[in-house]
């Protein structure tokens, strides 16, 4: 199906992509267009303007800002697996970018694409959940940072506004991470009937800090706060771990579809709650 007709526009600049999304009452922003050129031919999404921000210089790098790693807004998903910094401060995102659809699309489509897209399913926003990520957006009227617990509002939704783009995301150098998923399909190149993000911080042999991530097994990617309160202040141990695991669902919906139902979803979100932590601590 083809989508209704819209127009397009490819600024050379952010200031001009910002002034285009706030002259216009209904548009899209465009980078790698793996999520939004397949709602538009769905027509479950009808923008009037499509603001193509991939011409414009300057947001395609990770690096290195001391405290933290910075991930610009046309970062692709295969840059974002095989990137060293990345790997050693973020392992948890490589690993979810990794695990991203197939080839072509990680090869094409954005990191900050996907966490702005906020997909119930999607692997990385449950990895920038886990690292304690920052998103810096932009509009006319300035910028602003949401750290990434406050961003993921529903399903497709997240907590930008209709002018604003997500620039770049910030991630904390410090602790370990991990990301563990079942795709559809029975691999990794699919969208996850249920993916776990783990992150934890310790020393001496205790676990001082924690954060669990779940996606694909509730409406929108969420932290799963009593499954890192079990951890924390723990050895690490197995019986920790199973402790953890079994709050991976405490107080979320479960949704069921063709590929699981509520207790088969269930279920597999503390299996890879287990699993992501077991990689982390090993």
Known sequence: MYPPNFDYVAPATLDEALAALAASDNAKVLSGGMSLIPLMKLRLVRPTTVVDISRISGLDAITDEGDHISIGALVKHAETASNALVAEHATALGQAAGATADIQVRNQGTTCGSIAHADLAADQPAAALALGATMSVASVRGTREIAAADFFVDTLTSALEPD???????????????????????????????????????????????????????????????????????????????????????GITVLEDLYGSVEYRSHLAKVYVKRALEDVLA
């Not at 079942?182 to 310790?202: C, F, K, M, N």
């Not at 990617?221 to 890192?228: D, G, Q, V």
């Open 164 to 250: 604003e783009i997500l620039v770049k995301i910030t991630i904390p150098k410090g602790g370990k991470s991990a990301y563990r998923k079942l795709g559809r399909r029975g691999g990794e190149s699919d969208y996850p009937i249920a993916a776990a993000a783990v992150w934890v911080d310790g020393s001496n042999g205790s676990i001082s800090a924690a954060r669990v991530a779940v996606t694909g097994v509730g409406p929108k990617p969420y932290l799963a706060s009593e499954s890192a309160a079990a951890i924390v202040g723990s050895s690490g141990s197995g019986e920790a771990i199973a402790a953890a695991a079994s709050h991976a669902t405490d």
